[in-house]
T-cell receptor, first 113, second 115 residues
Framework: DTGVSQDPRHKITKRGQNVTFRCDPISEHNRLYWYRQTLGQGPEFLTYFQNEAQLEKSRLLSDRFSAERPKGSFSTLEIQRTEQGDSAMYLC???????????FGEGSRLTVL | AQKITQTQPGMFVQEKEAVTLDCTYDTSDPSYGLFWYKQPSSGEMIFLIYQGSYDQQNATEGRYSLNFQKARKSANLVISASQLGDSAMYFCAMRVANQGGKLIFGQGTELSVKP
């Protein structure tokens, strides 16, 4: 399968712990996006990369959140000192073009107890 | 500010009938694109259809068509001949030119198809 892959699919953690999510985009897609989706809501933009450069961060991305795409291929999203309000689905998407369709992964669901 | 509004939290439709899901948008930029995505319970967002702001014709993709009314700033999705597998969340989204390609999503409409 050559779609967008996210890992882990589900993560349960205790408040205060750090968690990291990984996204493997479709090969040669140079744009990669992270979104957060809470229950009953549409996805909200967090950040995006053009190759390894992080070009925009939403104000939703507090200083406890950090995203990287070190070699312009896979990306990681780390949340430090998790809070219950961080419980959500974290979606990754990639595209080869600035105005192209976004291809989404199946998401990583985070539950903070 | 750019915004997408979906006013129907939930919709029911009988199998084989057509259904319209509403979407209105707000932007002052003349160049934008409108998307519809389907999200089944598995979580993956599945692209359905796209309409560019300068497109003269309404977009169609199989059983999906987009009723684009630019003056009203609406981009409703029409699903013809509904199938049980169409039961899912449906999201309308907008991308504005020169904004990094990111999509702004509405709150979604949950469609249930009844046999």
């Amino acid at each position: 399968d050559t779609g967008v892959s996210q890992d882990p699919r589900h993560k349960i953690t205790k408040r205060g712990q750090n968690v990291t999510f990984r996204c493997d985009p479709i090969s040669e897609h140079n744009r990669l996006y992270w979104y957060r989706q809470t229950l009953g809501q549409g996805p909200e933009f967090l950040t995006y990369f053009q190759n390894e450069a992080q070009l925009e961060k939403s104000r939703l991305l507090s200083d406890r959140f950090s995203a990287e795409r070190p070699k312009g291929s896979f990306s990681t999203l780390e949340i430090q000192r998790t809070e219950q309000g961080d419980s959500a689905m974290y979606l990754c998407a990639s595209t080869p073009l600035a105005d192209g369709e976004l291809f989404f992964g199946e998401g990583s669901r985070l539950t903070v107890l | 500010a750019q915004k997408i509004t979906q006013t129907q939290p939930g919709m029911f439709v009988q199998e084989k009938e057509a259904v319209t899901l509403d979407c209105t948008y707000d932007t002052s930029d003349p160049s934008y694109g409108l998307f519809w995505y389907k999200q089944p319970s598995s979580g993956e967002m599945i692209f359905l259809i796209y309409q560019g702001s300068y497109d003269q014709q309404n977009a169609t993709e199989g059983r999906y068509s987009l009723n684009f009314q630019k003056a009203r700033k609406s981009a409703n999705l029409v699903i013809s001949a509904s199938q049980l597998g169409d039961s899912a969340m449906y999201f309308c989204a907008m991308r504005v030119a020169n904004q990094g390609g990111k999509l702004i999503f509405g709150q979604g409409t949950e469609l249930s198809v009844k046999p």
